[in-house]
């Protein structure tokens, strides 16, 4: 799982997979953010660490009886564990190593269930002043619970539980009427911490949703699902800057005989056969090349690794995949495409230089007849003027029949 550059892992044993088990439906991305979210939030567990460190000692100074040693000796003892294992996996997530997310989980029930039973121990010794001592930190932890785990709704559940119930079960055992209370108002505030617990999960999960949905409507044309001009532009100058000189190919498409299909049945019509355009342009590229619609019928690919004889290959290719008639509604569709192609840095170092050229090569083929394939002729200048170009040779029957998708 990750978070910005962290990755987390996702539990896998049964019941801390089921406790930090996300709403149905949430989307793999945000899942992800839940589980990093569990290893946040420091400085509220360092106050928390404090806090049940400090209530144990203050009852063992002033009534060092056994019970209270043992509940004293294991407090340190997860305390330190939870620690070890926080710091471990906040590294190996930096590191992308495996995190020890299921140990994480079970050492906080470990944590809450030992502060509860340093509660029930404090009550039952009759000594009010140790009750205080013991049970007034193990109520103010319950805020820190929801707010650390409620990105597993669950888990936050359980520790207020462990932590908290056994006061109840104590105060019954006492036998004082004046306790009775407290017996009462507990399972109260058990219930409405839970549920504020699973308001906040649901409250993040939206806004994460939200934020998702903003982002990606942000990168991306609405009718593809491909990149938008404006995100094209900018992956295409990171990819220019981090790539090695040479192999990096732009391709720039353009239908031919899709105005026609506008014109004849419609631009619903129009509009369903670039979705069908889209998929088999993402399907015919490799899983590391960039496509994006830039507007109309205009889309262009973004492909490294590709010297000239491969990227007029890989042309061919584009133009073979989508030259063909698709049944859109009931209606078949016929379109080519034709391709201009720069290459980086012969053609362009910077991608404004780099899109013109392949524009231009576009224009050409274009002229020259549909379903053609050209590359734009290598250019000394960074900013040259329409270069010569050359044909790549091909020229597709658009008329060319295949299986609709």
């Known amino acids: 799982m990750q978070t910005g550059k962290a990755i987390y892992s996702a539990p896998t044993w049964r019941l801390p997979r089921w406790l930090a088990e996300p709403p149905a439906g949430t989307p793999d991305a945000i899942r992800q953010r839940l589980i990093a979210e569990l290893f946040g939030s420091l400085p509220v ?161 939206s806004a994460m949703v939200a934020e998702q949905d903003n982002r990606h409507r942000a990168c991306h044309d609405d009718l593809t699902g491909l990149s938008n001009r404006a995100h094209f532009v900018t992956r295409l100058g990171q990819r220019l800057a981090s790539a090695p000189p040479g192999g990096l190919a732009l391709f720039f498409l353009d239908l031919d005989g899709f105005k026609r299909v506008n014109d004849q049945f419609g631009h619903a019509t129009g509009d369903g056969l670039l979705q069908l355009v889209a998929e088999d342009l993402t399907a015919a590229v490799r899983a590391d090349d960039i496509t994006a619609r830039l507007g109309g019928d205009e889309f262009v690919v973004l492909a490294d690794g590709l010297d000239r004889a491969g990227a007029l290959a890989f042309g061919r290719h584009l133009a073979e995949t989508i030259s063909r008639t698709y049944e859109v509604g009931g209606r078949a569709c016929t379109i080519g495409v034709s391709i201009g192609i720069a290459l980086a840095p012969d053609h362009g170092g910077d991608a404004r230089n780099l899109l013109a050229a392949a524009d231009a090569a576009l224009y050409v083929a274009k002229d020259r007849g549909s379903c053609r394939v050209v590359m734009a002729e290598d250019a000394a200048s960074p900013a040259p003027p329409l270069a010569p170009l050359a044909d790549a040779g091909l020229a597709l029957d658009p008329q060319r029949q295949s299986t609709p998708s």
Do not use: Y
């Not at 193990?138 to 805020?143: D, E, K, L, R």
């Open 45 to 205: 567990f360092f106050g928390g660490l404090i806090a049940t460190i400090v209530g144990p000692l203050t009852v063992v100074a002033f009534k060092p009886s056994l019970w209270f040693i043992v509940w004293l000796t294991v407090e340190a003892v997860i305390s330190i564990g939870r620690l070890a294992v926080l710091t471990h996996g906040r590294l190996a997530a930096r590191r992308g190593e495996k995190t020890c997310t299921n140990l994480h989980i079970l050492m906080a029930l470990a944590w809450s269930a030992n502060l509860g039973f340093g509660c029930f121990l404090a009550i039952l010794s009759g000594d009010w002043m140790i009750a205080t001592v013991a049970c007034v930190p193990a109520a103010a932890m319950v805020g820190g619970i929801c707010f650390r785990n409620f990105a597993a709704p669950r888990l936050a559940s359980a520790m207020i539980i462990l932590s908290l119930l056994p006061m109840t079960f104590a105060t019954v055992l006492t036998g004082e009427p004046a306790m009775i209370g407290v017996a009462l108002l507990v399972p109260l505030f058990l219930v409405s911490m839970s549920l504020a617990a699973f308001q906040m999960n649901a409250m993040f999960v």
